[in-house]
């Protein structure tokens, strides 16, 4: 008869996703303790997903949606670089014309 093992304490896995997260290999967690490495690799993304730290991955119906999400991802990563520049231009506008403190006061 196979050997059955009772599922782990929801504590005991919050544990090993806390060492993950903090550096640990899960390789050397499963040498350690008792789950495979790729149960601990489950749970991480299980609790990312469930936490919102990674969406779950959702593979586009057809290539056109494939191709639009390559797209938009590009564009949103454009976006972002270019919103970057902008907030840094104004920061650097605002100090130059006096309109902020650049925090050294020369009192």
């Known amino acids: 008869m196979p050997k059955t093992r009772l599922p ?7 544990q090993m996703i806390e060492l993950v997260r903090a550096g640990r290999d899960p390789e ?6 008792e789950p ?3 149960s601990i690799r489950n749970w991480v993304a299980q609790a990312d997903r469930s936490e919102g730290r990674r969406e779950e991955k ?4 057809s290539s056109a949606d ?13 976006l972002r670089l270019e919103r970057d ?12 014309t006096g309109a902020v403190s650049s925090g050294s ?3």
């Open 8 to 14: 782990y304490a929801p504590e005991f896995r919050r």
């Open 28 to 33: 050397d967690l499963a040498r350690e303790f």
């Open 36 to 38: 495979t490495s790729q």
């Open 58 to 61: 959702v593979e586009p119906a």
């Open 66 to 78: 494939r191709e639009e999400l390559i797209k938009l991802r590009r564009e949103v990563r454009q």
């Open 85 to 96: 520049i902008l907030s840094k231009a104004a920061a650097w506008f605002a100090r130059e």
């Open 105 to 107: 006061s020369g009192s």
